[in-house]
């Protein structure tokens, strides 16, 4: 029997607690946040008489801030967690020069990634699932509103690094080492729509998850799932700003189109990357 696919709880525990350590560094920066403001209200004597909506208000204000901070913080501990793991594959005789790192690799995997997004957006409008979903629009409008500067830093770069190291560079290759690709890509998928908390940025989560996976299994370096979710995070931040999405929901024509054209560059994106 291969002992690399066996599953076991030790290895489960090690997929996921980096994932663990990154939900709770949110919390932390959350409450600094919150102690942060609540601070800064005693000192300029801005004390309004229900201090807990107040406190709350502001929380959800600064949702990107506390994102952009817990990144920030802990990507230095991933990249760490990654490269010891990159450290203990070479040891076991994988060798990195197998999977050469090129530019048209990258250049796909963001066109690729930046195009399921918008296809996935659309498939997610098509269902019902903001119903269900009461947290949905809160967190939506926390993460669409203020600087579009710091969201771009926040959603489009820091954020989908973290994400990626962990659950690209350390989950998904910890479950690969204990079972095939295939199984490895759907409970990553499924531990990373589970992340995002909520039913409809799940379901796109667990949607786009599987595609980094499969860039991750393909090229076997982190950088090109790590830009793909960059492009993809920044293609979607840049058309709610500028309104440019809100176009293709105004007809069932510029729907249709937006769908067929996103499908149809994500599935070139995905054979060029099969050529690589």
Do not use: C
């Not at 019902?128 to 979903?133: E, F």
Request: net charge negative; hydrophobic share 55%; charged share 15%.
């Amino acid at each position: 029997m291969d002992n690399r696919r066996k599953v076991t709880l030790g290895g489960l525990w090690s997929s996921l607690y980096p994932m663990l350590i990154y939900l709770a560094s949110q919390v932390a920066a959350g409450i600094l946040y919150v102690l942060g403001v609540a601070v800064y209200s005693a000192l300029s004597g801005v004390m309004p008489a229900d201090l807990q909506d107040y406190v709350m208000d502001q929380y959800i204000e600064g949702t990107i801030t506390v994102v952009l901070l817990s990144a920030v913080l802990t990507i230095p501990l991933f990249a760490w967690l990654y490269h010891l793991d990159i450290q203990k594959k070479k040891r076991y005789g994988w060798n990195e020069e197998w999977y050469p790192l090129t530019e048209w690799k990258l250049l796909w995997g963001a066109v690729g990634s930046a195009a399921l997004a918008l296809f996935g957006n659309g498939l997610i409008s098509l269902l019902p699932l903001a119903q269900w979903s009461d947290s949905y629009e809160e967190v939506s409008d926390a993460l669409y509103t203020g600087s579009i500067w710091l969201r771009m830093a926040a959603v489009g770069f820091f954020g989908p690094a973290v994400e990626e190291l962990i659950m690209r560079g350390l989950l998904y290759q910890r479950l690969r080492a204990m079972m095939r690709p295939v199984a490895a890509m759907i409970w990553s998928a499924l531990v990373f729509g589970v992340f995002h908390g909520n039913l409809v940025q799940g379901v796109y989560a667990f949607l786009i998850g599987l595609f980094f996976a499969w860039l991750m299994e393909r090229t076997q370096r982190i950088l090109v799932p790590m830009l793909g979710h960059m492009a993809a995070n920044l293609f979607i931040v840049l058309l709610e700003d500028s309104h440019l999405l809100d176009l293709f929901y105004q007809s069932e024509l510029n729907y249709l189109g937006m769908m067929a054209v996103s499908g149809i560059v994500f599935l070139w994106a995905v054979a060029m990357l099969r050529e690589q």
